[in-house]
């Protein structure tokens, strides 16, 4: 039987390369636009929004670039697209081949339950990697020209490091969900409906008072502790990663103990 993480990476090229392409073209498009916002218009515009939203939304310093940068490309655009390629791939993983009868067939190999799910776990870690380091890549070219160069290349690989530790959680809750249900549809729209509502609080709990709600957001971990000023941050880093083995250990357990629907 050919490799089960080679194979994973295999069938799910085309998607890959697709969400790849999305986040190295469109980080670096939106990041174009800073030297335009560093000269005053866009500042002028986002004045006329409250304080609360500006918090909400990171756009309290547009006029630098780990300001921008931190508000719309890595705070919105960048993460929104690698969080759906999360999403996508963890409920596949599992799931989608045993609604597609696929599953019980391959499992019928000497292969283990325990063995499939690290397999494609493993996957997704390196898909999460690589457009980790696209994304980076891409920055990292157009840095120059378009006046990032207030950001560091250990700034920047910060950043990229907690967007693949993003895309990790998510699919590993969409992966739990799938191996614990069996079902594609409820675990895509309850890992979307956890996504939304983490976001939200990351962005808006302290609008409503309830600043203890950011910390049950891996978006919190993911950009609340400003790796583009700030570079590494660790404890942020290690949650995201503690968060995931839980998650994953819990994957294990539901999977080995479900029966297979046929």
């Given at each position: 039987?050919?490799n089960l ?12 390369a697709?969400?790849t ?11 174009g ?5 560093a000269?005053?218009a ?8 409250s ?6 939304l990171?756009?309290?310093?547009l ?5 921008y ?11 929104l ?5 999360g ?11 045993e609604?597609a009868g ?20 493993a ?10 380091v696209?994304?980076l ?22 950043q ?8 990790i ?29 983490t976001?939200?609080?990351s ?10 709600l950011?910390?049950?957001s ?12 700030n570079?590494?941050q660790?404890?942020?880093l ?9 998650l994953?250990t ?13």
């Amino acid at each position: 039987m050919p490799n089960l993480l080679t194979k994973t990476l295999w069938d799910g090229r085309r998607a890959l390369a697709g969400f790849t392409a999305a986040t190295a073209l469109l980080g670096p498009m939106y990041a174009g636009f800073y030297p335009q916002v560093a000269d005053g218009a866009m500042g002028q515009t986002v004045q006329g929004f409250s304080p609360g939203l500006r918090q909400a939304l990171r756009m309290e310093d547009l006029s630098s670039a780990a300001g921008y940068l931190g508000s719309s490309v890595f705070g919105i655009i960048v993460p929104l697209v690698a969080v759906i390629f999360g999403i996508a791939t963890g409920t596949r993983a599992i799931a989608g081949d045993e609604e597609a009868g696929y599953l019980d067939l391959l499992l019928a190999h000497p292969v283990s339950r325990t063995r499939l799910l690290l397999h494609r776990f493993a996957a997704l870690i390196a898909a999460a990697i690589l457009i980790a380091v696209v994304v980076l890549l891409a920055m990292l070219a157009i840095r120059p020209g378009a006046q990032l160069d207030s950001i560091t290349v250990g700034q920047f690989t910060a950043q990229c490091l907690a967007l693949a530790l993003l895309i990790i959680v998510f699919g590993t809750v969409a992966m739990t969900l799938g191996a614990a249900t069996g079902s594609r549809p409820a675990a895509l729209a309850a890992t979307a409906g956890i996504a939304v509502l983490t976001y939200a609080a990351s962005t808006l709990a302290s609008q409503i008072g309830a600043d203890a709600l950011r910390y049950a957001s891996p978006f919190h971990y993911y950009i609340g502790g400003e790796p583009l000023r700030n570079g590494f941050q660790w404890a942020d880093l290690t949650i995201l990663t503690a968060t995931t083995a839980v998650l994953l250990t819990v994957a294990v357990a539901a999977f080995n103990r479900r029966d297979l629907t046929s």
